[in-house]
């Protein structure tokens, strides 16, 4: 046979190959508002970059006549690619295939990618889009999940994990994608669940729908297992490089710095964000903006545990992570979510040397019997060792209340944040004036000719004294009180002072964090 002949029977087998589970199985892919497995790599992938191994991979299942059956590249697609000129690795489950199961050869071309992707020191996508483990190969099934589980674990830390859910992902299969570093769901397509409804039904009574189970926006706003919602799986493409253009590719580089770009001053000024009443909220995203490199602010886990806001922005071109109290929503304060909410984000910007900006306004933890009982010191004490154990660059800024353990927990000088800057407005101190002179001058307030009049003294007197911030700065607690509009001139200076931080460490394996 001649190397044209050889060369069209490659060609034609590659053909069969990337038909997956033929027309018919790809006609009902699209009719459920879904792309296939190629498709959407192609579509991540810069044009024509995309590389595909394992092509010719076949499955390893004997029983239950599954060796009278063929399934093109067993179920899921692998290979390599840029996005936006970087380097990625890449896999996409093809539910047209045996509805993209997990068997033993499955998952090994999963793991050989994986393993790719660690050895390289790139970014590692995966597109989930799977019925679950293949029964018919019975414990090998099991098996490719423990291996994918650790290197998802190996690799944590070491290189970006992104998960993107396109489809079902029950049982075993959902906690892969709960090992890497974001997930991206899209309505009306993504499920994720341990159990599904019927099992639900049967062993509980209770009744569920699916998407009321685990769909997009139960997992965005409910579980906080989605970091990431879209309406499309275009507008989820779109999300997934946006992400990748403000994180390194490994944890060995930094971020890439990218041309500065001043806010947009005329939309977002801090003079008309901030109000002059200390009690009525605001956006603190619009504050985020006010300092941004074009005001553009990316938001992680925007509809989970509002209280608290994370995200990336960029300040004179440098990337940085951003954790925020959001006063529009409990008052900024810390609770369960939002704790493991900031603590997460934070240890993954130490673990890839993206500085940590911190805007400070929370009147404390959030009390009451649902959260103690729910582990508000365990949840809590994340945030604290989440900021302690990072060693990139950690600038707080304090805008308004900063109360009890609130202050500390938020990024301040007690737990190394490298600069600490208060506005004139911040009040920093135990607990609020109210509440304050409540206790400190409960007697004098009681014996009081007038107690309520008494009350209002006592509170202009504490806040006078101790509800602001030159009692802390006069400690050194806090660097500079800074005028609002040079916050962004004070973070830029402070990120290139910085630069070369370095922080040496007691010498341990790990340290045992407050799972």
């Not at 509980?204 to 769909?215: D, K, Q």
């Amino acid at each position: 046979m001649s190397l044209r002949q050889k060369t069209r029977e490659l060609k034609k087998r590659m053909q069969n190959a990337q038909q997956g589970g033929g027309m018919s199985a790809i006609e009902k892919q699209v009719s459920m508002g879904k792309l296939t497995a190629r498709e959407r790599i192609l579509a991540i992938l810069d044009q024509d970059s995309f590389h595909e191994y394992d092509l010719f991979v076949e499955h390893a299942g004997k029983d239950f006549d599954m060796d009278k059956k063929y399934l093109p590249g067993d179920g899921v697609v692998t290979g390599t690619g840029t996005v936006d000129g970087h380097p990625v690795c890449i896999y996409a489950q093809d539910f047209t295939v045996a509805g993209g199961s997990l068997g033993y050869m499955h998952a090994k071309k999963i793991t050989k990618i994986m393993d790719h992707a660690l050895k390289m020191k790139v970014p590692l996508i995966g597109i989930n889009d799977s019925g679950g483990a293949r029964i018919q190969e019975g414990v090998n099934s099991l098996a490719g999940y423990g291996e994918i589980f650790y290197r998802n674990t190996i690799s944590s830390g070491v290189i970006p994990q992104i998960s993107v859910i396109l489809g079902p992902c029950a049982g075993g299969a959902v906690y892969s994608p709960a090992l890497t570093d974001f997930v991206f769901v899209v309505d009306g397509i993504s499920k994720m669940f341990i159990t599904g409804p019927e099992v639900i039904k049967t062993v509980l009574g209770e009744e569920i729908s699916m998407e009321e189970l685990g769909g997009a926006r139960t997992h965005a706003s409910i579980s906080g297992n989605a970091h990431f919602f879209a309406y499309n799986e275009f507008e989820c493409f779109t999300q997934i490089k946006t992400l990748l253009s403000f994180i390194p590719w490994n944890n060995s580089h930094k971020p890439e710095i990218f041309e500065a770009e001043e806010p947009d001053t005329k939309e977002y000024k801090i003079a008309k964000i901030f109000p002059n009443d200390e009690k009525e909220p605001y956006d603190v995203r619009d504050i985020i903006r006010a300092i941004a490199d074009a005001s553009f602010f990316f938001e992680v886990q925007e509809l989970f545990a509002p209280n608290v806001v994370i995200g990336f922005a960029r300040i004179e071109g440098m990337t940085v992570g951003i954790v925020a109290n959001q006063p529009l929503y409990l008052a900024g304060v810390l609770d369960v979510d939002s704790s493991d909410k900031a603590a997460r984000f934070i240890r993954f910007c130490d673990a890839f040397n993206i500085p940590i900006i911190t805007l400070v306004d929370l009147p404390g933890y959030l009390p009451g019997v649902d959260q103690e009982h729910s582990g508000v010191i365990r949840h809590g004490a994340k945030i604290l060792y989440a900021y302690s154990e990072a060693t990139v660059s950690k600038i707080t800024i304090i805008l308004r209340k900063a109360y009890g353990g609130g202050y500390i927990a938020m990024g301040s000088r007690h737990l190394q944040a490298d600069f600490v800057f208060a506005w004139p407005t911040a009040e920093i101190a135990v607990m609020g004036p109210e509440g304050a002179a409540n206790i400190i001058f409960k007697k004098e307030i009681q014996e009081a000719e007038n107690p309520e009049e008494m009350r209002k003294k006592k509170v202009d007197e504490y806040r006078v004294k101790f509800a602001n911030p030159y009692v802390a700065a006069a400690y050194g607690h806090i660097d500079a009180v800074i005028d609002p509009k040079d916050t962004r001139m004070y973070i830029a200076h402070s990120l290139q002072i910085s630069t070369n931080k370095t922080v040496i460490m007691p010498e341990k394996k790990h340290g045992i964090p407050p799972f």
